[in-house]
């Protein structure tokens, strides 16, 4: 069945440092990526999202591509702050709005100044 | 935005008691509502779907007279978890697609502490 494979955490950084969270998954057809982050205590907010071949999602300075070649749809960031230490899923849906979600395990992310 | 309001945040019940969590969807209709459970440090895992005016769906493995899901409405679906235990300490959090595109919106979640 479809899956979603992220790089174990946790992953400690530096302010400014570039992050990179890596997300390979396996899916039949061609499915919707996403990237959810986490705060503590919350629940869940879209980061954002791929919905086709070569498609970069963009939000707040993060930025991922949907790499149809390599099945993969990594996280990066190029200047991470301390407000950024979350914990990151990546997930992978059908293409209706109505399609189950499939979550990779999270990537928890601390960031210290 | 779409928005989902999930209540309590945070509830703590005696051991075999009842406890309902409430999702709302706002400013959407939400014919469908995702139920999700999770675990401390690990990812969620789907419990169930519900539709409103229809049975909810059940994933594998999870005891749906144990977790009984109501869509009474397109704005509101609700949990309980009866007769609970410790063992039933969790988030639970529900999502619903808000129509136009993939992807979902999440309520806050619910931390349930079963003492």
């Known amino acids: 069945g479809d899956s979603v494979t992220q790089m174990e955490g946790p992953v400690t950084l530096s302010e400014e440092a570039f992050l990179t969270i890596n997300c390979t998954y396996t899916a039949t057809g061609y499915p919707s990526l996403f990237w959810y982050v986490q705060y503590p205590g919350e629940g869940l907010q879209l980061l954002l999202k791929?919905?086709?071949?070569?498609d970069k999602g963009s939000n707040k300075g993060f930025e991922a591509t949907y790499r149809k070649e390599t099945t993969s749809f990594h996280l990066e960031k190029g200047s991470v702050q301390v407000s950024d230490s979350a914990v990151y899923f990546c997930?992978?849906?059908?293409?209706?709005?109505?399609?189950?979600?499939?979550f990779g395990p999270g990537t928890s992310l601390s960031v210290i100044p | 935005g779409a928005v989902v309001s999930q209540h309590p945040s945070r509830v703590i019940c005696k051991s075999g008691t009842s406890v309902k969590i409430e999702c709302r969807s706002l400013d959407f209709q939400a014919t469908t509502m995702f139920w999700y459970r999770q675990f401390p440090k690990q990812s969620l895992m789907l419990m169930a779907t519900?539709?409103?005016?229809?049975?909810?769906?059940?994933e594998q493995g999870v005891e749906k007279d144990k977790f009984l899901i109501n869509h009474a409405s397109l704005t509101l679906s609700t949990l309980t978890v009866t007769s609970a235990h410790p063992e039933d300490s969790s988030f639970y959090i529900c999502?619903?697609?808000?129509?136009?595109?993939?992807?979902?919106?999440f309520g806050s979640g619910t931390r349930l502490t079963v003492v």
């Open positions: 997930a992978l849906s059908g293409k209706t709005s109505y399609d189950k979600v499939i």
């Open positions: 519900s539709n409103e005016g229809s049975k909810a769906t059940y």
């Open positions: 791929a919905t086709k071949a070569d």
């Open positions: 999502s619903a697609p808000p129509g136009g595109s993939p992807g979902y919106t």
